[in-house]
């Protein structure tokens, strides 16, 4: 039997990152559809956020992008965030709006972009500094479209040297997460394309760099849960960045298009000692909400993960240890499923309700009013988006 105190008891400590630009407008290469009341900067990010952990009691942090996120004064948008509640998160880069980086960005052929965009990285590490964030998050666009264009395993050196520069800086307490993406915009080479390639730059650099699992990032079918066991059974698992796809990096709300496969991440996440505090695994949206009301999407992806996670801490472990050891395979089988098919509604709305929160967040949201105030009151100026 699972110890339901116990199952309460961790899930009022988790803490999910919401990410800035899911905040600001966003669309597709076709569309991007401007939303009233968005905000249009960083500080009006983060009165968004705030509601979003006003309302469900776990996303205390936000993580920023650099540039969209650029302020004169990072120490006082720090404050800003503690004032309501939360906290920076990580710093996201960005080395793919810059036409100097058509070729790549640290593995582009030449020196002086590669300069260029580590220089952009450093720039991200003193933000750290300011803000008293304590992860850099990485992803690059670096790739090549056509076989030929480039030389691959140069591309690979010129990533380490850079990589290798960065990590030098980082202070203590830091960490370099190192995210990968199997495709897009590169078609036909991707310079950091998979988990072993992040793993295998991330080992060379040192305890300090780690991998970022970002769940829409990964061709159709993968076992995904397979790499995060394995991620987490070698310390090198530094966070996630949550969404869903169906087709390619849809960037949609994290468990929309497959909650199971969120329950079985959150179960090697749980079975592997990754929700343990101090475990070091970054739970981190990274999403975009191109047609829905972006607060309500955020809050709903968070009550997403809570599901997956309760379901994950209520697989009966021991019941399920026993029917492994004794090769009893649908015995097995149907302890996992019995977690996954536990309606944890009615508990994750008693945690809310000892939390001292509304036990149905998207309704409590519905009626602060908030949304037909930000409507209201941020006219003029220029929304948010992520620029393309
Ligand atoms: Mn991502």
Known sequence: MTDLAAVKAALKTQAVETPSWAYGNSGTRFKVFAQAGVPRDPWEKLQDAAKVHEFTGVAPTVALHIPWDKVEDYAALAKYAEERGLRLGAINSNTFQDDAYKLGSICHPDAAVRRKAVDHLLECVDIMDATGSADLKLWFADGTNYPGQDDIRARQDRLAEGLAEVYERLGEGQRMLLEYKFF?????????????????????????????VDTGHHAPGT?????????????????????????????????AADP???????????????????????????????????????IRSVMNVQEATAKALLVDRTALAEAQAAGDVLGANAVLMDAYNTDVRPLLREVREEMGLDPDPLAAYARSGWAERI??????????????
């Not at 409507?375 to 992520?386: D, F, K, P, S, T």
Request: hydrophobic share 45%; glycine share 14%.
């Open 184 to 212: 897009e915009p590169a078609f036909y080479t991707t310079d950091v394309p998979d988990w072993g390639t992040a793993y295998a730059h991330c080992l060379k650099l040192g305890p300090k760099a780690q991998v970022v």
């Open 223 to 255: 076992n995904i849960e397979f790499i995060v066991a394995t991620l987490l059974r070698e310390g090198k698992l530094g966070g996630f960045d949550f969404n869903s796809r169906f087709y390619a990096d849809d960037d949609l709300m994290v468990g």
């Open 260 to 298: 199971f496969q969120l329950f079985r991440i959150m179960y090697e996440v749980v079975r592997g000692g990754g929700f343990s505090a101090g475990a070091g695994v970054a739970f981190m949206l990274d999403q975009c909400h191109n047609i829905e009301a972006k607060i309500p999407a955020i």
């Open 375 to 388: 409507v209201a009151e941020r006219v003029g100026g220029q929304q948010a988006g992520w620029g393309a």
